[in-house]
Each structure stands twice: as structure tokens, then as C-alpha cells.
């Protein structure tokens, strides 16, 4: 509780919220991409031979990987809550090790 007496609330989390974390285990960069409505909205990179990014998402949250340098789709994921709070997925980025 804060100083004053008060209590703070619990922050409120989504039974589907889920953190994730995505591998690059290809030889290659890749650019992340969350898929909007209408738009890509990009989220990091991942850099090659194991370079990571971990955010939390939601279920139904579909992700796209592009080639660093070329720009060509290397993979797609949604999120499924079913596969438990903490998740990892592997994604190759070209040049594979």
C-alpha cells in the first residue's frame, strides 16, 4: 500500500496475455512485424545466430519475420494462449546454422 494508507489495485492482466520470446537461429538479421488491422507495425530485430526478442502479446496476436536485407517474408506466428503464460519460438532467418 502507498504511504497514505490507500491501496494501490492489482494490475489488471488478461487471462490471455502471454510473454513471449522469439530466436533468430538462422545465420541472417530479421526484422519483426506485429500484424495490425491494416498495417505491419514493427516491433525489433533479431539479430542472427541467436539473437532474441521477448515482449508480452496476446492470443490471436499474429506476428510476420522479414529478411533483414531483403525484406522477403522467413516466417509467420500467432500467438496461441493454449501454449502456456511463457513461450519461446524459433524463427530462421535465411543462411540457416
Same mark, same amino acid.
Given at each position: ?10 494490475? &489488471? ?10 530466436? $533468430? ?11 495490425? &488491422? ?10 542472427? $545466430? ?5 515482449? $508480452? ?41
Amino acid at each position: 500500500d502507498a504511504l497514505d494508507g490507500t491501496l494501490t489495485a492489482p494490475r &489488471d492482466t488478461s487471462p490471455s496475455e502471454v510473454s513471449v520470446v522469439f530466436e $533468430n537461429r538462422g545465420g541472417r538479421g530479421l526484422e519483426s512485424f506485429w500484424l495490425g &488491422d491494416e498495417e505491419e507495425v514493427p516491433v525489433g530485430t533479431l539479430d542472427g $545466430n541467436g539473437g532474441s526478442l521477448s515482449l $508480452n502479446s496476446y492470443h490471436g496476436h499474429m506476428f510476420l519475420f522479414r529478411d533483414g536485407t531483403t525484406g522477403e517474408v522467413v516466417g509467420r506466428h500467432t500467438v496461441e494462449s493454449s501454449g502456456g503464460l511463457r513461450q519461446r519460438h524459433v524463427v530462421y532467418g535465411g543462411d540457416e546454422l
